[in-house]
């Protein structure tokens, strides 16, 4: 069941920073794997080949979760994570596109880069949620979803390891929803256009 | 900061089809989202407000183009950047090369030179460096004038060090500089074998046959049909048994290349199979 009155969603991104990492852990195995479009991950991490991050969310999801390659095509029920040291771009809404441009806010992958991006080619039809972080990183983009008439969320920061990045976000007014991770699960899975 | 929305879509189209009738640049296959961001960054670098003016600029100034196209393109590197990749270079590939007595290597889109030296590090460590030659080549007159005098910002080597360490360097970093104020310069033994030259893999042809072709972190810019396109060049430009190395997240699968190369562990290098 959707909600009333707002535009499908085709698209939900996540931006995570220090202490994101177990707020996605907690939540991802309650995330129905059947979900009608694609969860994106844009998540601040170390280069670096050891990482096995695609791994470890691998087995705490009921979804594929494939770490993006360049032109990664998009597909429903599956999440896409950003690798590390590029950022992660829409070409349209079935392609991701990977550029090794300069970072912004000390970060690349940015959340604030990629979440423009989305709104540029999904306008309204996107939900975007920002978690736990150190960083200045995706309080922008998150409003320029927003703007750009897409549903947010930020994570309550008050239940946050490091509360700075949400915080930013809802200070701005960049923030739809504020939710604690125990809900974040079922909110995901409300937008999903299910035939039950 | 995120830069605003200046150029829309159509007009981006508009604005590559006059550079490619007017200067014989062709950007029209490259992947457009990087393009939109890479147009916006340099409306507010050099104070665009509209794209009228952009485009004025750009038509009726060429000594403009250069600018524009280097900052349009992504001419971000470091040195042995992947260190893992340099790591299977030295193990998997430079002693197959090793048996040639000549060894002719291509770096296509090399930016600053950064990973030119760093693949001059490796052959002198394993002792090839004398029969090698190494051509670098970029879009981009300005980053190739970079490469070739090898200066580099000092606050950059520790991080190079320890990038060259994890590729499996022993002898010490810095006795391949020389160091002076904020900036180092590379030894002048390095660049012995280096040949600097402009090349545009979307309208060039090849110009020699290689065992060892490196195009890294290019392709990603480039949409799938120019990529297939561009990849062709460079079957057409390796020998029998080369080696051909691309960028971490790129990949030969999915090409019309697949099925003639072999690729070497799960690294992002492939050997031609004949
Ligand atoms: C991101 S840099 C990659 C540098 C280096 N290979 C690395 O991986 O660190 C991309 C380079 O490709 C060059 N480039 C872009 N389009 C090109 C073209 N059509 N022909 C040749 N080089 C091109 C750019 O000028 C830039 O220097």
Known sequence: ???????????FLIGGSAGSLKVLLDMLPAVRPDLTFPVVLIL??????????????????????????DKTTLQPGTVYLAPADYHLLFEHKSLLSLDCSEKLNYS??????????????????VGAMLLSGANADGAE???????????????????AEVA??????????????????????????NLSVSTN | ????????????????????????????QYSKASLKRRVNRICLLDKFASFAELRYRLTHYPEYLQRFIEEITVNVTEMFRDPTFYKALREKVFPQLGTYPFIRI????CSTGEEAYSIAILLKEANLYHKSLIYATDLNPGVLETAQKGIYAI??????????????????????????????????????KMIFSTHNLVSDSSFNAFQLVVCRNVLIYFEKELQNKVLRLFDDSLDPLGFLALGAKETLRFSNLEKQYKQLDSEKIWRKLH
């Open chain 1, 164 to 189: 700075y990045m949400p915080a930013r976000a809802i200070e701005r007014g960049a923030a739809d929803h504020i939710l604690p991770p125990g809900q974040m699960a079922s909110f995901i899975n």
């Open chain 2, 1 to 28: 900061m995120l830069e605003p929305t200046i150029i829309k879509d159509d007009e981006l189209e508009v604005l590559l089809a006059d550079i490619s009738v007017l200067y014989g640049y062709d950007f029209t």
């Open chain 2, 106 to 109: 291509w770096l296509a889109g």
């Open chain 2, 155 to 192: 606050n950059q080597m520790r991080q190079y060090s320890e990038n060259y360490i994890l590729s499996g360097g022993r002898e010490d970093f810095s006795s391949y500089y020389r160091a002076n104020y904020e900036m180092v310069k590379f030894n002048a033994d390095l660049r012995e």
């Open chain 1, 141 to 159: 983009g998150l409003a320029y979803i927003k703007k750009s008439g897409g549903l947010t969320v930020a994570q309550d920061p008050s239940t």
């Open chain 1, 44 to 69: 601040h991490r170390k280069a670096g080949p050891e990482s096995m991050l695609d791994i470890l969310l691998a087995n705490h999801s009921n979804m594929g979760v494939i770490e993006v390659e």
């Open chain 1, 1 to 11: 069941m959707g909600q009333i009155g707002r535009l499908e969603i085709e698209l």
């Open chain 1, 108 to 125: 690349r992958p940015s959340i604030d880069v990629s979440f423009q991006s989305a709104a540029d080619i999904f306008r309204g039809n």
